[in-house]
């Protein structure tokens, strides 16, 4: 708390903080808006009628002048009524918003301030990284829009309005932004009320359809807590309830008419064609793991949804989306097996067809067998990076890790570039340890074959489980490349054991497929190791017992 007077002429900004049943965070959260300095004039929290200790948490900061807690007696059912309450309740020139379970960078709020003055910037836009609770692991949200690293151009720009950059209807957040309240307020900007999901993908449309000056920055504002284990998941994170995935729809929608009334169809356009190369895969790519009910009503939901989709919104998402979109309209039914299996491919991060490659009569290339059988438009124009090439991976493990490479001919798209090598990445996650190794291609029947060898020591981690992703970079005769992830064969399902390394170190091996078929290693040497077996071995002892 601050043992010193706020100065008012240097308060500009509001902070507003929700929260329910969040007595374990808030005050972090709080703590955090506090420690922004004299720029944030007060920290309004707005408790949802919550019934745990959220309002003696509260309570704990009666000594802090800028402190204003708001309860409300009955819960809203959502986000957007009690932002809207902070929003109302606001008095300075500037609004910040923060969920109770978040944190604010140090230094955030002054340097947004300072691009919002220097640009006369209506909206600022800064980075928000997604943080595994408790894993630590840092990523950045949108990174094409604010990671320059990545390749992202935006930051130190100033937008007027989004529409010369419709991709930024790629970042719907609200909470890594600051905003001019008079702007809001002029505007009747406010969330969506009640019992509505996804309200800040309403809330963002509302504001780029008001055609605000935007300024973008590579300023660090906002810290969104994943918390995968938490008893009651984020909104995020409740994919496996197919309400949730109404629920997005019905945010989509909403966002699709907020630019209709506002007479912006290319943003209307845009967003249908975000939803296709953004949303809808990944969902699809989980779909494999959901129950057939699930299915099923996931089946119809989307394809009413996408029966309401322009035909321009359609033409300009990627190839794949537009493979999927034509199949979603052609099949009544979720597809079942390989076909599907196909699909949650396609959808991958990095889209790959798998085996067999159908074609019409008439020689096309067609997604599936019928009724599946919707011809792969522009396919022969996509180059080698865009090709959905799919490599397979057999591995054995010892002193060294064996693994043997199947690239598949995609229509005749890979023998026509000419494969002549490839490059092995072992990935970590975030880690920059990456393990990587070369191979030449061979030709083989239907594809070509690699093999590499890594010893097994450089994919160990001391004191740790190590668990790898594997990727492969093909290159071709003209030095062009394209990468994607190596996937298990058709059958595979995962194998583990023990294994002797050398000098007799006792390795615990695990090789497993993911929900989308991609290959993925993990690794416990020492007295890790020892420990997962022994374990392993007392319970089943124990079991028999």
Known sequence: MSETPVQQDAARVSVVVISYNDAAHVGDAVRSALAQGDAVGEVVVVDDASEDGTPEVLAGFADEPRVRPLIRKDNSGGCGTPRNDGIDAAVHPYVLFLDSDDLLRPGAVDGLLAVAAERRADVVAGVCVRREVPGGRETVWAPSLYDVSQGATLPGSVLDGIGEHPEFLLDTLSVNKLYRRDFLDRHAIRFPDGAFHYEDFVFSARVQA???????TDVPVYVWHVRRRAATLSISLRRAALTNWEHRIAAHAA??????AADRPALARAAQTKFLDYDLPMYLRELSQRTDAYRAGWWTATRAHLAGFDAAAVAAAGAPSRWLHAALTALDTVPGGRE???????????????????RAGDGTPT???APADVPLEGLAELGPAGLPVAVDGEVAVGASTRLTLTVHDLYGRVGALGPTAVRVVFAEGASDADVAADAPLLPADGGWTATVRIPTAKLLRPGRVASWTLLAEVRYADGSTGTTEVRVPTGFVGRRGVVLGRLGRVLLVQVVASARRRLVLRYAGGLVGARRVASRRFKRMFAMR
């Open 210 to 216: 008001a055609g605000p000056r935007l300024a973008v």
């Open 367 to 369: 997604l599936g067998a």
């Open 340 to 358: 599907l299996t196909r699909f949650v491919e396609l959808a991958s991060p990095r889209p790959r067809l798998v085996p067999p490659y159908p």
């Open 255 to 260: 966002v699709v008419e907020v630019f209709r």
